[in-house]
């Protein structure tokens, strides 16, 4: 019995989107870095040891989609730093929940190798994805998907319908 092709539905899907952008190695291991506070192009390529044009060309295209803001450093108005943006620093809980995937389930055997101290508190956090409105965990088991505003194709098509 053949399936019906329902790839229709997932054009200009959120996920695709952003992994179009943000998807690829050097990328998310560049914000990565930038949340934990490198600017310059030099800590960058060393704290990453990437070659330096794929780090130009990455920097190039998170300033151009918004991600980060080549600002020139004040020392030295010739040389930049690159400081993320409120869209960039809105990725921080995708590289956390990324962490805590890779610490959980592709352990180092001393540990994680970084923890994460939450000013407010002063304890190490365990990262969790939280319902806004009830405050519950959010996990694959309790959440259905269903089709929003922006969904093309019929609603019967959604795989994720109740």
Not at 56 to 61: D, N, P
Not at 78 to 99: D, K, P, Q, S
Request: proline share 7%; hydrophobic share 40%.
């Amino acid at each position: 019995m053949a399936t019906a092709d329902l790839s229709h539905r997932f054009a200009g899907e959120s996920v695709g989107r952003a992994l179009e952008l943000v998807g690829e190695r050097w990328t998310l291991l560049i914000l990565r870095e930038a949340f934990f506070g490198v600017q310059r192009f030099g800590q960058f390529a060393r704290n990453l040891t990437i070659p330096r044009p794929t780090l130009s060309s990455r920097l190039r295209m998170l300033v151009e989609a918004g991600l980060l803001e080549r600002v020139p450093y004040s020392r030295d108005p010739e040389r930049h730093e690159y400081r993320l943006t409120e869209t960039g620093r809105e990725l921080f809980a995708a590289i956390v929940v990324l962490m805590r995937w890779g610490d959980d389930h592709l352990p180092n055997p001393d540990g994680p190798p970084i923890m994460l101290r939450h000013h407010s508190c002063g304890e190490f956090v365990d990262p969790r994805l939280i319902c806004a409105r009830c405050g519950e965990e959010i996990t694959a088991r309790n959440v259905t998907p269903e089709a929003g505003p922006g969904f093309r194709g019929e609603a019967s098509d959604f795989a994720g319908r109740k």
